[in-house]
């Protein structure tokens, strides 16, 4: 088994692993972010490219360093290499291109957008954004279409990182929709406009790290972070039945798929629990649902030690 370095912590690996996976086996802020990779989906990675590390030594045969910055998503470790992410600043500097190129077509949507709060491009352009873009020329626009009675489609926020298509191709039957033109014209769309209405395509959702595909029955319902969510499961025939529930009061204002650490849905769950079985006899409450301390959607979840008044509160 492979051991490697990564910001100077070492860790034993099985042969084949990735250096994005060995970090994520480290945990912490040394992770790379990863903005196309999905560790369930066949073929993801390598097509962000926010996931760019140094390797700063090649392994223990061949110390070289790679002259390149390397995809950590679709790079096998070797046994004795070093890896900088945090602590490259090529890799800070590239990143930081990187996000740049991304907001270069997206919309300032986030006052409105219903994946604010829980948004990886988000949580990426704060780290590493600019305060001001640098540019100058008109952005993409997009014809809108309708793809269906659920699912949202907000063409200039994606990111192409091709999950969605991902997702069609490996957990439905038929996948209607796709990448169509090429080079920066390229689009999500269907043929002919069609509708998405494969069972399991409500997923798409989940995996797109952007505002780009969004639930319909949850759209401008409720700012993410006014919600609690409770992990619940349900007896279904389809799926797993093990979902989220985001609650405002005591109904149920939309169903998504449990997320783990590393922001991935591990058991898919059917478009009839995500859009359909929105009353609570429909489900048994597991529990509140742990969010990160450090998350913004823990807003008001947690329980503070309310600080005594000072004299001057007090005179007020």
Known sequence: MPTVIIDGKQIEVADGTTILNAAREIGGDLVPPAMCYYSSLKGSGGKCRTCLVEVSKGSEKDPRPMPKLMASCQTPVQDGMEIKNKTSERVNVARKGIVEMLLVNHPLDCPVCDQAGECDLQNLSYEHGLAKTRYEFKRREFEKIDI???????????????RCVQVADQLTDNREHGILKRGDAAEISTFIENSLDNDFIGNVIDVCPVGALTDKTFRFKSRVWYTKPMDANCDCKKCSGKAVLWMIGGEIARVTGRKNVNGEVKDFICNECRFEKKEMKDWTVEGPRKIDSHSVISQSHYTHKVPSHTPLLNKA
């Open 148 to 162: 269906g009675p659920y699912i949202k489609l907000h063409m200039t926020r994606c990111i192409l990182c091709y």
